[in-house]
């Protein structure tokens, strides 16, 4: 069997509400989700009987590979495949799997690479092992995996509910003059991971914005997209979107010294930043990509001048990026 390749691509929310906190102690949000064409890098194959999963990284440091989202997925499916593998005739389990993963999204940044990985991960175990599971199994799975992790099988811009499990796929921005390339999207990432746990229990202690905007902001999103909007009214409402997180102020009060980070940002970019999850990815909407690609250049030489002080022991990851649509037919 040949390799199986996946790319798994970053997310940011352009929205974020937390509606509140439930009895199980995660929290009911309602959060518009885009995909993004910075994406990890997954190639697996089948290992001969009697090996052990295996996983060799590259790139960003994922942490420890025993609680690697990529080994937890494999084992998942594997469960999941278990009953179909033996009533399709096949001797013992599906087999251990040799995965490597190139990791070029930042780690803890609000970006869910790791859930990313978990989605493509469960993909191409299912592929080398010639296995199909229906949709609604592959969605237990992934839900079980993480909250963000169904988001990732819907393959686009998707509107996320609940924990994060209730995921309706939304139509992208009309496209009339067949321009792929808008909105641009300027991710700048501090070399400060975040944990999420951490700043939901902030948000719990009280780290929360008064104004309750971001739910307003954030139905009102998923609606004009659902009747079909322009890319322009997305980039109008940019600063809307850019202060429609939750989770920003918990964030900030986790990391206090991204205060003054996205105060520079603001200053430096004169656009409006918005904070990715539970951060501390920040991010600004340009009509275009080319437009995202010199700001995203002059951040990286205001870094590199010193007119950008960035907390952390590294630079700050600074790109732009483009966000994953299906591309509109246009018999439609
Ligand atoms: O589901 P996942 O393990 O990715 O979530 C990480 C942490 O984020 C959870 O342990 C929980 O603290 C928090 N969380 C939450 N509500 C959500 C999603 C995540 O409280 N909807």
Do not use: C
């Not at 600063?239 to 010294?257: F, G, K, M, Q, W």
């Amino acid at each position: 069997m040949d390799l199986v390749v996946r790319l798994a691509p970053a997310k940011i929310n352009l929205t974020l509400a937390v509606l509140g906190i439930r009895p199980d102690g995660y929290h009911d949000l309602h959060s518009v989700m885009v995909p993004l064409d910075v994406a990890d890098r997954l190639s697996v194959s089948p290992l001969p009987p009697g090996s052990v999963d295996t996983l060799h990284t590259t790139g960003f440091d994922p942490g420890p590979a025993a609680d690697n989202l990529v080994l937890r997925a494999f084992a998942a499916a594997r469960r999941g495949a278990a009953g179909p593998w033996r009533a399709a005739g096949r001797a013992g389990d599906p087999p251990a799997l040799a995965a490597r993963l190139e990791k070029r999204i930042p780690v803890a940044a609000g970006l869910a690479g790791g859930s990313s990985d978990a989605a493509a991960a469960l993909d191409a175990a299912l592929v080398a092992w010639d296995m199909e599971l229906d949709a609604e199994t592959r969605h237990a799975i992934a839900a079980e995996l993480g909250s963000d992790v169904p988001f990732f099988l819907a393959g686009g811009p998707a509107l996320s509910e609940g924990r994060g499990e209730r995921i309706t796929p939304i139509p992208w921005l009309r496209d009339d003059d067949e321009r792929h390339d808008r909105p641009g999207v300027l991710l700048v990432t501090p070399a400060v991971p975040l944990s999420t746990p951490a700043v939901f229990r902030a948000w719990d202690a009280g780290a929360r914005n008064m104004a309750a905007g971001a739910r307003q902001a954030s139905v009102h999103l998923a609606d004009e997209l659902r009747r079909g909007m322009a890319s322009d009214a997305l980039t109008v409402r940019a600063a809307i979107l850019a202060s429609a997180n939750d989770l920003a102020p918990a964030a900030l009060a986790v990391e206090p010294a991204l205060v003054p980070f996205k105060r520079a940002l603001m200053r430096l970019t004169g656009r409006a930043i918005g904070i990715s999850g539970s951060g501390p990815t920040h991010w600004a909407l340009y009509a275009s990509h080319p437009e995202a690609v010199v700001a995203a250049q002059e951040l990286r030489a205001a870094v590199a001048d010193g007119r950008l002080a960035a907390p952390g022991a590294r630079p700050p990851f600074i790109v732009a990026a483009r966000i994953l649509a299906p591309v509109p037919r246009r018999d439609q």
